[in-house]
């Protein structure tokens, strides 16, 4: 099963891999132990990878190609782990080293290297990276995300807010970037589906902030390295076939389950995460 990569949390430093640059990321503690490698997955444990030979290279190109392709677009390599999952370390040479290997591996096929985190390991340093193939407009990783609750939890003012990138304004604004329909607008409320996408390049930014005008859907594509596609579903008792009719029809690969700060769990959050279960669709609550 592929591992899917956490974007770093505010305040946290990434630093991507460029020749001749000294690689360096903020220190985030000890090492924990990882559980034992599996051949399947996008998650690949490395100890080092110091001065391989063209061989042994060509070697690791492949098994990368492996990783990328279960991962959909997207490799994680714990440097520094032994296949058991033991932090071992390296030195800072070692490090260097593995990384420039990897970032070798990476060009081959392609591919941005970015270190996401550093930690301590028994020996010396470990580090997390993310492996993600530069994509075109052809070959893009996408992720379908059914956002659903109960109404009025905020499931299409936070879609708003993270397709656009500006805040609400306490009046709605953000959610008319969403509704359909103009007796959605009047109501407040979702009653029909409704598909947003927010693009994300090679490095993790994203692209729907980067210019001054709204980007249409071919230009996120384009620039696109995966895809997040959120589908915004009714939360009103009414609507529950259209809410249903939309965790089918779509195949979401997550489900993403609104909680309203102001009225907690109800019977239809309930409602909503049983179906989520019962279609198997990873749920996680916000």
């Not at 800072?92 to 081959?108: F, G, H, P, V």
């Not at 003012?157 to 500006?166: A, D, E, M, R």
């Not at 490095?203 to 594509?221: H, Q, T």
């Amino acid at each position: 099963m592929a591992q899917e990569w956490e974007e770093p949390v505010e305040g946290e430093e990434v630093e991507e891999l460029r020749v001749g640059k000294t690689v360096s990321c903020e220190m985030v503690g000890l090492a924990e132990a990882l559980q034992q490698e599996v051949e399947e997955g996008n998650c690949e444990y490395k100890w080092k990878l110091c001065d391989p030979t063209p061989e042994r290279l060509d070697k690791l190109v492949s098994q990368l190609k492996w990783r990328i392709e279960e991962g959909l677009g997207e490799a994680v390599y714990e440097i520094g782990f032994e296949d058991d999952g033991t932090p071992r370390g390296l030195s800072d040479e070692e490090m260097e080293k593995s990384l420039d290997t990897l970032k070798q591996m990476a060009a081959k096929l392609d591919s941005h290297v970015t270190v996401v985190r550093t930690s301590m390991g028994k020996e010396g340093k470990c580090a997390e990276v993310l492996v993600r193939h530069i994509a075109d407009m052809r070959h893009f990783m996408e992720l379908r995300i059914a956002v659903i609750g109960n109404v009025d939890a905020g499931k299409s003012t936070l879609i708003g807010v993270l397709t656009k990138g500006k805040l609400d304004n306490g009046r709605g604004s953000a959610r008319m970037n969403v509704f359909r329909y103009r007796h959605e607008a009047e109501n407040g409320r979702t009653s029909a589906i409704s598909l947003q996408i927010m693009g994300l390049d090679a490095k993790g930014d994203v692209v729907n902030y980067s210019s001054l005008r709204d980007p249409s859907w071919s230009e996120i594509a384009e620039k696109s390295s995966k895809i997040l596609t959120f589908v915004d579903l009714a939360g009103h008792e009414k609507y529950i076939k259209t809410t249903m009719f939309g965790m089918t029809a779509h195949v979401p690969d997550y489900a993403m389950v609104m909680v309203g700060g102001n009225m907690g769990v109800t019977k239809m959050t309930k409602e909503h995460l049983g179906l989520a279960l019962a279609l198997k669709v990873t749920s996680n609550d916000f």
